[in-house]
């Protein structure tokens, strides 16, 4: 019974390693890169967003995403169907930006900012500046689909474009709101479970020690 215990033990000691020794490894549901764009010669031209959807599954499909900067800059985007534009923190928040977008089938209007308390709305608000992206930046390049395909799960989008400096957090958006966002990402609840066994499971070996 005590060789069976300590083999638990260690073998939820064993998994617990692994995860926290891989954690930086673990994959972003929606991922975000950085490209420099140069012409023939070396030049700058552009910076690139490359959007990477990781999900597997069909709700995650991304129809707008976000990306803040420290600085006013443009954005912009050949994808088919796709529209993009800057805006400061203040503009966000006080939901200037409306637009009718996923189109297929319904359309749908998505606002930025948060839902307002006082009235009933069908728009998809997807939530203020602070709670998506914290209070380090003060501007946000913006992409949606007007009636363009999703960035589809499993798939990714190399079409946004916008002139520096680099991204700072990102967002990216669904038929029902926020797909992911890096601000604030925390571990998945199971991984956070799986932390709380081990925990657990070694106090429980050094308490059977010291009363052995």
Known sequence: MKNTFRKLAFGLGLAIATITAHADL?????????????????????NQYHVTN??????HDIYAFAVTNPL???AWTN????SATTMSKDEWNAGTYSRKTFCTPGCMVIQTGSAPTDTESSNLYLGSF???FGTEEIYVNFYWSDDGDPIQHGDSGKE?????PPASQYAAFGLSGVVFQSFNNVPEPSLLALFGLAALASLAVTRRRRLN
């Open 54 to 59: 990781n999900s597997l599954i069909k709700e």
């Open 130 to 132: 602070e709670s998506l």
């Open 79 to 82: 994808r088919e169907g796709w």
């Open 160 to 164: 946004f474009y916008f002139s520096a």
């Open 26 to 46: 673990v994959t972003p549901l929606v991922s975000l890169q950085e490209n420099v764009i140069n012409d023939e010669n070396g030049n700058w031209l552009m």
């Open 72 to 74: 006013a800059m443009n």
